[in-house]
Every structure is written in C-alpha cells, then in structure tokens.
C-alpha cells in the first residue's frame, strides 16, 4: 500500500441502470458512467504533485482472505502425465530438436525498477502498439520508443496521479492508491486502453475502509503524444470491494473480471464486467454486470477477460469469453460465455473444460541468496490464470502448479508453467493440446528451478511464445521466455523441460531481500501479473514483459522482444527466365528450416488492415505486389523497364522487417521488340487477305504491308499499306489487310509473295518472313504443314479449296481420340487460314485432318510447352 498526497478531485455521479430480468442469463444494466477528459501533456504538467517517497507504502499486501485452494480434489479421470497428447502417441518430425530457441532476441529493455515505483509487488504488466511499448506496473506508467528500446518521454507518471480524476476522494485519515493495472492495444480501434482498482484505506490502521472503485483510461489514439486526450470513466461498487481485474478486448466488449472481497476482507464471489466498447469509444460509456459467477462454489476463479482480436467477431452473432480455473476443483477450467456484448449481453451458465491432466497449487519459490528463510522465498499466489488470448478460434492460457521431476503432480516440490490450447469453444469446448514448463532434474527435492507467473501468446503463423519467472536454490531470480513453432509436436515447448542449465534472458548476480518487503508465512510479495502479446503491425513479432532481480534487493521489469523465425530460404522462380519491358508474374518458392517461411497477416477483412505486409526486391525492377500463397511460396507481380541481361538476385521482406534472398534467381533477357507468331494469307476471288499475329508489342509503331510480284516484268517490293500497331502490349493482337485486285486486271492472274516491315517507334525495323500466294487460282485440294512446327503455344494452319464447299478440320491426340474441332463450315473457294492456340493442351505430338466433299487429308503437328 502507498500513501500520497491528496488532490482536489472532481465530483462525479453514477446512475445504473435496473436489472433486465430475474433470469440468472441477464446481468445488471449500467449506464451515465462518468467521464473526464485530458490530455496527456495536462496530466505530466499539471497534475504532478512530488509525492515524498517516506510517504509512500508498500503494497505488500491487503489482507484480503483467498478461498482455500490447497488441498482441492482433483478432476476426474486426469492422466497422470507432464503433457497431452503424450509424446509416444505422436510422430515426431525428422528435424525436431527441442533445444532450438523458437524466437530469437530482438530488443530488450528494462522497463521499470522498484527505485521508481516504490510498490511491491509491481504487477507487471505492458503491451506494444504501432510505435511505442507501454509499461504499467504499480507506480509507474511509462512509454518507450518500440525501435530503440528507450523511454519517449511521453509518459512518465505515477498511476496514482494518471487516474487521480476518477479516483475515490480520501476523507480525513484515509489514504487512496491504485492497484492490479492491466494496460492492452486495440488494433481495431486503434486506441489504448487501461484499467486498475483503487483502494482507500485507513492512513493509521492502514485497514480498507470503503468500497472501490474500477477505473479505465483510452485514448483517443494509436499514438501517444502530448495532445493525446485520454477519456477516464469509472464504476463505482457499493458495497464490496473488487480485486485482480483481468482485461480482455474483442470487437464489441471490453471484459474485466474480477475476485470480489466484503470491505473487511472475506471473500465473496466472482464478477464479470462486459462493457460496450463502443459506447466507450462515444463518450457515452455502458455495460452490463454479471455477479456471482461461482454457482455454489462451483465457476471460474479469477476470472479472465479473453483477448480476441478478430474483426468479424461482431454484431448479435458475436461471442465474448471469461475463463478461470474451477473453484472447486484441480484439472479443471471453467468458461462463461457472453452473447452479443455489443448489444444486450447475456451470459451462459458455468462451461466445465477438463485438462485432461492434473494441476495442483503451487509451491513458494526458493532462490539463491535469500536470507529470510522461509518467509523469505517468493509468493507464487495460487494456480489462478493470468491471461487468455484468442488466436484463429482456439484459446490460449497458462498458470502456475506445483509438480514434481516428471512434471505431475503426486508429490510436488517446485512450480511448473502449465499450458492450453483450447478448442469448440462455440459447442464444447476441449483442451486441444496441453504441456508442462518445468525442471525435469533429479532428485525430486525442492532445490530446483521454478517457472511461475507465465502468460502464453501465439502469433498469425501458429507459433507461440511463454514468458515467466524463474528462480531456485542454486539461481537467482531471472525472466525466461521459450516456446513453439507451429510445426512442434503437440504438447511440447522448445527449451523445456530442464533446469539452471537452460539461461533466461537477464542475468541477475545480485541477492533479493529487500528491507521494505521481510515476507511472511506467506513469503516475499512477487509478480501477480505478467504479460506476453503479440505486435499489432505485423502479427508475427512477440513481447513479453517479466520480472527479475535487477540490482541488491530491487526488482525490475525486463521487456524482450521475441523475433519470428525467417522468411524461407528463395531457392527458385517460375518462369526462370523472363525478358525485360513487361509486367509478368513470377511465383517464388522457398525452403523453409526450423520454422521460418515466408509470411503475411492477410488483408484483415473486416478489420483496419495490418500495418505491415510481406514484400520483395529484385534489382532495377518494380514490385507492384506481392501475394502470399504459402509458407514456402508467393507470387510477384513485376514490372520490368529497360535494364541490363544477367541473373538478378530476388530478396523476399517478411512484415517484420527479416528478409532473405535468393541469389541470381530470376533472369532477365532483352526483349523481342515485336513477336510475330503468325503470318497467312488468304485468296478470296480477286482479293488477297493478309493474316498476322503478335503475342507481346514493345514500341511497335506499326506495320508496312509489301508485296512482290514473281513475274519477270514487275520484280521490285512495292509497299501497298500500312497498319497501326499497339504500341507496348503483354497480350495477343491480331491484324489484318486485304489486298483487293478488283479494276486491276493485270494483277488478276500470277504468283506473288508478301512480307511485313514492322516499324519501331524510333524508325528501327524488322522484316517478316514472306509468304506466296497464286492468283491463278486454287486447282486442287490441299492442307499445308502448320507453322511454326513446333511451336509454343500458337500455330498456323493453311488449306486449300478448288471450290466453295463444307470443311471440317479436326484435331487428334496420338492416340487417335478427337480433341477439339477447329473448323466446322461452309468455305469459299481459295486459301484460308486457321491459327490455333494450344495453351490449354499438354505438350506433345498431335494430328489435325480436314475433311471437304471426298477429300481428306492428315499432317502431324508438335505442341512444346
């Protein structure tokens, strides 16, 4: 308990609303909660009275009497075992090796300290937003810049003094202080949002002496600055006294449980709190209150709020959550379900989800250099839950138990960190998979290491990150964090089981015995909370804020940032080969090793949309997109300019910032200016009809159509037209001209041959192959060899007619099973052409026939993809 100076407070005025129904579904309607509003630069310059730190006590401990949970019965039916499913009902993949760090460490920063906080315990507890880390402990509120690891300067307070606008006013003798602080980013309303208890006591006796109230702070916000306008509102209770206030976000509600104490300290029941986040985001705060969530001792203690950060889990058909462990028993957790938070909640009865194994209650924690005997190990409160997270339909938790060497519970002598995954949570739910964090080390004595105070968070690629506690006879008090990937055995951690061989992420030297905190029977104050999420932007990157030992008899706050594993190794494109000046797709495959692959949050339907997305680089050439199509694939949507032939390395950019790259992966060539795919003609009468095709168009200014005439008196090129061309294009174009003798009598009969001079834009030009047509006219059937032979993917087909008549022209697999008709109609007389695409058909030899009046004839084509 700390004492401060009093402050002028405002009045504020609570009405609440009536209860909906005497149904035990609905709860008690709250509504006019009050607001204040002010800045964050009013609250560090204004509201900054300096608080004598001999004025100042320690919250050590409010005396509040805990339901009895030692020597609770266990589940029915619970397994024996450290982990379910067990190992020997698995098949354990070839490169699983459980020593492998599942995260690597990025920035690490020490949050809070007892120098500047002056409370134990600290209850830790912080979060990440978009560009800060926010730290809440007891006695100190502070923000850090999320790239450097450094305080921003923005906040740097004392809670007491953050909330003193809505906090209970002291009469004379009384003394009022926070507590229990829970601090969580909301990604879709892009706001922050705190909650905490006040406690008023006598300034003498230092007993409570009146009910308190729930606070709650937002911003208005994803940045906080100076300007930022937070809206404070409270709830005041009238008679009982709230403790432990968990905080859980959705969509639609905002979700505080808590253990709730007479004002002389017994202990009475458990409350739900659903408040509309919209209605808070509005200034016109309400909600609903659900009491007595134990139903004849039977029902979720300490309840949590459950985090889901899922956009479409909103409107009637949403669905909120509180879980706990059961009051009345070991191995078992209990959930309550709440409908439509947004609108009129309502709340289910009591949802029994067995562990399938055992749990018991926990053991004070021994640690080297205490001196205080057994008053002086560390409290490790009880085996309440300290978080719960939905992550892609499943809900994720973890307490503290006591167990022994083998990770169960028949003879306990250290704390383990037990874990869930829970699914159905919308039917019945079931512990999908659940494992043990404990030191496996013989002998089964209390000398060992203890995890405890964890809390479990998993990131949009399945895997998962556990931070806690850890400390034992033969070590000093650390923070630890380990973990999974999404590909681990289920049921396992990676660096766990094991004891002091396996580090923690600080590395204290210093003895823990602090004078302000002897301890007691139930040993030295420790933890309460801790807190591990996972970073808004990306929705891969994990943090997670945990207590040590930071120097002689002080503890600190120490925030780890947990790297994901790296994008997949880029091993190669399809197509390999591309030319410059296009825009082409190119599909990259990657090999991944030890969790890493190549990963993007998605486009979040229904949501603000993440920050960060995946990307990629390749030398002089523009990425207009990037799809994700698996962990070991993407598609690149590339537009490529004019640059140099050669090997081009490909670099594939995850959303948090890792990349790798693939080294001369793609190939770039100079482009064809204009690919011609087709040239035919076709002779109608005393017409000539030129066909011709191109499949991709750089700079093509056009086409000049020539014609040569084979007899001895004309023998010259003679240009006879000209036809636009498109430019730049990607796609197929066809064109056209006839060459129409009609009035030129002399033309009518001969052979002649034609060509096509394609034109750039800056004058270069190319010639066509030529082609041969015989004005004296068609004298017999015939079908030519297609050209070109073989080819890819199209082809031209030429045939002749003496006289107008039905044509069929059919294509064949080698097999001799038709494929498809090309031609099936009444033709003139004269040469036609037919260009066929085979884009859809499989490499290999093919047959095409025509059919006209009695004649027939085959030819053999190659189709090379």
């Not at 379910?84 to 949050?111: M, R, V």
């Not at 203890?450 to 931070?467: F, R």
């Not at 001079?757 to 060899?785: A, C, H, P, R």
Request: charged share 15%; hydrophobic share 35%.
């Amino acid at each position: 308990m700390r004492k401060q100076l009093q402050i002028i407070f405002l009045i504020l005025f609570t009405s609440y609303g009536s209860i909906f129904s005497q149904d035990e579904s609905f709860g008690e309607r709250i509504t006019n909660l009050p607001v204040v509003e002010i800045s964050t630069g009013q609250l560090m310059q204004h509201w900054m009275p300096i608080v004598p730190a001999e004025l100042k006590r320690r919250n050590i401990g409010l005396g509040l009497k805990e339901p009895e949970r030692k020597n609770l019965p266990q589940s029915p039916g619970a397994l024996e075992l450290s982990q379910w499913p067990s190992l020997e009902s698995q098949i354990i993949p070839e490169d699983y090796n459980n020593s492998d760090a599942p995260q690597a460490y990025g920035i690490s920063f020490t949050g809070a300290v007892l120098s500047d906080a002056l409370a134990f315990p600290p209850d830790v507890m912080g979060a990440a937003g978009p560009t800060q880390y926010v730290i809440f402990v007891n006695g100190r509120l502070r923000t850090f810049n999320k790239i450097t690891g450094t305080p921003d300067g923005v906040l740097n307070i004392d809670p007491d003094i953050f909330f003193s606008v809505v906090t209970t006013p002291p009469a004379a003798n009384e003394i009022t202080y926070t507590t229990d602080p829970n601090v969580r980013y909301d990604r879709l309303s892009g706001r922050w949002f705190l909650s905490i208890v006040d406690v008023t006591l006598n300034s003498t006796t230092f007993a409570i002496t009146r009910s308190n109230r729930l606070l709650l702070a937002i911003s208005d916000g994803p940045i906080i600055t100076a300007s930022t306008i937070w809206r404070f509102i409270y709830y005041q209770n009238t008679a009982n006294f709230d403790d432990y206030p968990s905080l859980g976000l959705d969509a639609d509600g905002i979700y505080i449980g808590t253990n709730r104490f007479t004002i002389a300290g017994s202990f009475s029941n458990c409350r739900a709190y659903v408040f509309n986040k919209a209605s808070f985001i509005s200034g016109t705060p309400s909600g609903t209150i659900f009491d007595n969530l134990l139903v004849s001792g039977v029902g979720p203690f300490s309840p949590r709020g459950v985090d889901n950060p899922d956009p479409l889990n909103t409107g009637a058909t949403s669905t909120g959550y509180f879980i706990g462990v059961d009051n009345a028993t070991f191995g078992t957790l209990m959930m309550r379900r709440i409908s439509n938070p947004g609108g009129t909640p309502t709340i289910s009865s009591n949802i029994s989800i067995p562990t399938t194994i055992p749990t018991s209650f926990p053991v004070k924690v021994p640690h080297l250099g205490n001196t205080g005997g057994n008053n002086g190990r560390l409290d490790a409160l009880d085996d309440r839950l300290y978080a719960a997270a939905i992550k892609n339909g499943r809900l994720w938790t973890a307490h503290n138990i006591g167990v022994d060497n083998t990770g169960t519970t028949a003879s306990a002598t250290r704390n383990a960190s037990r874990w869930y995954e829970i699914q159905n949570l919308n039917s019945s739910p079931t512990v999908f998979q659940t494992g043990t964090l404990y030191d496996n080390t013989a002998p089964n004595n209390t000398s060992q290491r203890n995890y405890w105070i964890p809390t479990i968070a998993v990131s949009g690629q399945g895997h998962v990150a556990l931070g806690s506690s850890i400390a034992g006879s033969n070590e000093r008090i650390n923070a630890f964090t380990t973990g999974r990937l999404s590909g681990d055995p289920l049921g396992t951690l990676r660096n766990g089981p094991g004891g002091s061989a396996i580090p923690g992420y600080t590395t204290s030297i210093t003895d823990y015995n602090p004078t302000s905190d002897p301890g007691g029977t139930g040993g030295r104050r420790w933890g309460d909370y801790s807190f591990t999420c996972v970073d808004p932007n990306d929705d891969m990157t994990m943090w997670t804020a945990q207590q040590f030992c930071d120097a002689a008899n002080s503890w600190g706050v120490r925030v780890m940032q947990l790297l994901a594993p790296p994008p997949a190794n880029p091993t190669s494109c399809v197509p390999g080969q591309v030319e410059s000046q296009q825009t082409v797709n190119v599909v990259v495959n990657g090999t991944s090793t030890n969790g890493s692959g190549f990963f993007d949050p998605g486009v979040d339907v229904g949501g603000p949309g993440f920050l960060n997305r995946i990307t990629a680089s390749i030398p002089n050439v523009t990425v207009n997109s990037v799809t994700y199509n698996s962990p070991t694939q993407v598609t690149l949507n590339l537009t490529i300019g004019i640059v140099p032939p050669g090997s081009y390395n490909v670099t594939i950019i995850n959303p948090d910032g890792q990349s790798l790259t693939g080294i001369n992966l793609l190939d770039i060539t100079d482009p064809v200016p204009v690919e011609l795919t087709s040239f035919s003609a076709t002779t109608i009468g005393s017409k000539v009809k030129l066909i011709w095709n191109t499949a991709t168009e750089i700079n093509n200014y056009g086409f000049e159509v020539e014609r040569y005439a084979l007899s001895a008196e004309r023998q010259a090129w003679e240009k006879i037209g000209f036809v636009n061309g498109n430019g730049n294009s990607n796609s197929p174009k066809d064109y056209s001209f006839v060459d129409d003798f009609a009035g030129k009598p002399a033309y009518r009969t001969g052979r002649y041959s034609y060509r096509l001079k394609q034109i750039d834009n800056d004058g270069q030009f190319e010639y066509s192959k030529t082609i041969e047509v015989d004005m004296n006219g068609v004298k017999k059937y015939e079908l030519t060899q297609n050209y070109p032979n073989p080819f890819n993917p199209t082809t031209t087909i030429s045939y002749m007619l003496p006289q107008t008549g039905m044509v069929r022209l059919t294509l064949y697999n080698i097999l001799g099973q038709e494929i498809r008709t090309l031609v099936n109609e009444v033709k003139e007389a004269g040469t036609h052409t037919f260009n066929f695409d085979a884009s859809e058909l499989n490499s290999g030899m093919y047959i095409y026939r025509i059919e006209s009046g009695s004649f027939t004839q085959t030819k053999k084509m190659t189709f090379v993809k």
